[in-house]
T-cell receptor, first 113, second 114 residues
Framework: RKEVEQDPGPFNVPEGATVAFNCTYSNSASQSFFWYRQDCRKEPKLLMSVYSSGNEDGRFTAQLNRASQYISLLIRDSKLSDSATYLCVVNMRGYSSASKIIFGSGTRLSIRP | EAGVAQSPRYKIIEKRQSVAFWCNPISGHATLYWYQQILGQGPKLLIQFQNNGVVDDSQLPKDRFSAERLKGVDSTLKIQPAKLEDSAVYLC????????????FGPGTRLTVL
């Protein structure tokens, strides 16, 4: 089982739709969680951090479920410019107690007019 | 504020040759990361530095890959000798080193091994 798993997609949704992605992680001692966005042939950029209480930034909502070991990203009223790959990132605590950063393989989102 | 700089942007070599990549992080960032991103996959952490010390190199293929950050600022990543499967984008990122802090990525070096 991969340490961080995402549905690769692609998700192809119409403009204005609501779309949600999940990301599961295997290490219950994981400490911090993030969603990054990566456009085609570009570097990843931070979209938002994910907090235990959940957090919202405009049309984007991120949630963490520690009991079930997953994080989610919800995009409301999707725009054409939301088309990108969304990467889930988990900062895990390894056996040696040093932290370990794991990226998921990404979920591709394509918004159609 | 200047971002993370990387060079070269593109490199094509033949297998068994050597190659080196350079990264200049954002000024003042204590933590520097090198990632390998193969097409269709997420970035895989190769090595993480805190200042000039190595924090995590558990996924670095040490028989052929090496990295250094001698003065705690710039860093180089070397592959010697290269294999076909090393074809990927090599991303450098930096962060302030504080808990839950954002990583800032450079544009990457796209390596093709023929």
């Amino acid at each position: 089982r991969k340490e961080v798993e995402q549905d690769p997609g692609p998700f192809n949704v119409p403009e204005g739709a609501t779309v949600a992605f999940n990301c599961t992680y295997s290490n219950s001692a994981s400490q911090s969680f993030f969603w990054y966005r990566q456009d085609c042939r570009k570097e990843p950029k931070l979209l938002m951090s994910v907090y235990s209480s959940g957090n919202e930034d405009g049309r984007f909502t991120a949630q963490l479920n520690r009991a079930s070991q997953y994080i989610s990203l919800l995009i409301r009223d999707s725009k054409l410019s939301d088309s990108a790959t969304y990467l889930c990132v988990v900062n895990m605590r390894g056996y040696s107690s040093a932290s370990k950063i794991i990226f998921g393989s990404g979920t591709r989102l394509s918004i159609r007019p | 504020e200047a971002g993370v700089a990387q060079s070269p942007r593109y490199k094509i070599i033949e297998k068994r040759q050597s190659v080196a990549f350079w990264c200049n992080p954002i000024s003042g960032h204590a933590t520097l990361y090198w990632y390998q991103q193969i097409l269709g996959q997420g970035p895989k952490l190769l090595i993480q530095f805190q200042n000039n010390g190595v924090v995590d190199d558990s996924q670095l293929p040490k028989d052929r890959f090496s990295a250094e950050r001698l003065k705690g600022v710039d860093s180089t990543l070397k592959i010697q000798p290269a294999k076909l499967e090393d074809s990927a984008v090599y991303l450098c990122a930096s962060s302030s080193g504080l808990a839950n802090n954002e990583q800032f990525f450079g544009p990457g070096t796209r390596l093709t091994v023929l």
